[in-house]
């Protein structure tokens, strides 16, 4: 199948292509616009025409609007889904219980939020009366990742277009599918052309157009720090806003008076939900020492207990990772753990089937200061290691250069939080994994980011401010 990007209300078709892979069975199965930069530009001008009226319309409006993409979305859920799992390798249950309900989650989310958003008033006696008002930006652009792909892209799209701004958007060039079924979405629901631009193509070049775009005034960016940083230099001569969330190497911390079976399930879960490919995954364990020979072992029993294979099947619960690249990056990460002294207690392999399937992988015998604890993997791949007080675990967790997330597992909560407050990461859950309220901020501390994602912190960011001060 060949797709078409999505600008100014139409499909547009490009002179150049590139393959589109299944990674479960590395076969390619369609292709997508190589865009270049007059598609860029093709699509900077069908949104700034669209701005004219786009932010004119009222906050209600515009909420019609992304209520009305989630209807559509709902409405062909299974075939987004399964779209998302062939594009991505993802189990078939995940996309449908996760990626596609979440993706609805945030048009209705934001379609309700941007209702509260407005003025803020400060009145006092020798300040004068203060009002705070928000506008929108003009032309934006969302670049999202290939892990949670529709999941993030609408993380992006929808607060920007509740805001009143148009949208030049690029998902990855590895899952390119389910934005191009959103611009189809868009058509079915009747959005006006130029209001969201949904441009296929390589990172280096359609990203590099967008980063240095002059009519581009913002950029809000999900990926690898190192494509951040790139992104980050070349938008600076046009000193576009940008937010930046960023990578993570997250550590579950847990406690001997943790509730152990809940703590060892969802330790599990955190470490290889989506073949370890979600930036919050929890790649390093820490485990109090009285505990750990017993948590190691039942973790590892665990893991065997995983049943992977081809994503398409409903009781398949890990599939493959995203891409051949992807693939052969986490197996020389592997092989760099073994070089470091760690061991396999289980996994280390790939899978001796078509496709880019990797075993779920956990390996004990590292300290924090190797490269595999060090350097963001973003695969089925975990390390394992004992603490013996709050004071090393603190020094254990925050001995990296991401600062994403991180949970703590434990009875006493006083002792979570004392913890927790002292770990550089922007979120930390407690006895608990993933679990969002969308209204609170979202993004890391460190390598791992630059602003806040959720509620009305993504939404002040892409407005104006302007405050008016009347001396009476």
Not at 143 to 172: D, E, M, Q, R
Not at 294 to 302: E, G, Q, S, Y
């Amino acid at each position: 199948m060949k797709i078409t990007n999505y600008i100014a209300g139409i499909e547009q078709t490009t002179t150049d292509y590139i393959p589109n892979i299944n990674p479960a069975t590395g076969e390619v199965y369609g292709e997508i616009p190589r865009s270049k930069r007059e598609d860029v530009e093709l699509a900077v001008r069908a949104s700034k025409e669209a701005f004219k009226t786009w932010s004119k319309l009222s906050q209600s409006e515009r909420s019609k609007y992304l209520h009305a993409i989630a209807d559509d979305i709902e409405k062909n859920l299974e075939d987004y889904a399964r779209a998302e799992c062939i594009d991505n390798g993802k189990p078939i249950s995940l996309a449908r219980s996760v990626d596609i309900p979440r993706s609805i989650q945030n048009f209705r989310f934001f379609a309700d939020e941007i209702l509260k958003f407005g003025t803020e008033s400060f009145n006092t006696l020798d300040a004068g009366e203060n009002t705070v008002y928000y506008s929108p930006l003009g032309v934006v652009a969302c670049i999202s990742p290939w892990n949670l792909p529709l999941y993030l892209f609408s993380w992006k799209v929808a607060p920007a277009l509740a805001s009143g701004n148009t949208v030049v958007a690029k998902p990855s060039e590895v899952t390119p599918m389910t934005a191009y079924m959103l611009g189809k979405t868009c058509e079915r629901i009747g959005l006006p052309p130029g209001v969201l631009n949904i441009v296929h193509g390589l990172g280096h070049e359609v990203g590099e157009a967008i980063s240095t775009h002059q009519d581009i005034l913002a950029i809000s960016f999900t990926g690898s720090t190192m494509t951040g940083q790139k992104i980050a230099e070349a938008s600076a001569s046009t000193m576009k806003r940008l937010h930046l969330e960023m990578g993570g190497k997250n550590a579950t911390i847990v406690f001997s008076d943790c509730d152990y079976e809940k703590t060892l399930e969802t330790t599990l879960r955190a470490a290889f939900a989506n073949q370890g490919q979600i930036c919050l995954c929890g790649s390093r364990i820490l485990v109090e020492k009285s505990i750990y020979e017993k948590f190691k072992t039942d973790l590892v029993a665990k893991v065997n207990g995983l049943k992977q294979g081809d994503p398409l099947d409903e009781s398949s619960q890990q599939g493959a990772v995203v891409s051949k690249a992807h693939f052969d990056k986490i197996l020389k990460a592997i092989e760099t753990a073994k070089s470091e002294g760690g061991k396999i207690l289980t996994g280390g392999k790939a899978l001796k089937e078509p496709g880019f399937f990797i075993m779920p992988t956990l390996i004990e015998g590292l300290n924090q200061n190797c490269l595999t604890n060090q350097e963001e993997i973003f695969g089925p791949v975990a390390t394992i290691e004992p603490f013996e007080s709050e004071e090393e675990v603190i020094n254990m967790a925050n001995a990296n250069r991401y600062g994403l997330a991180g949970s703590l597992w434990t009875q006493d909560i006083e002792k979570a939080k004392r913890v927790a407050l002292q770990i550089d990461s922007g979120i930390l859950w407690i006895n608990t994994w993933l679990l969002r309220d969308l209204r609170t901020p979202f993004g890391g501390m460190k390598d791992s980011g630059r602003g806040r994602e959720g509620g009305q912190y993504i939404l002040k960011f892409f407005s104006n401010t302007k405050n008016i001060c009347i001396n009476r």
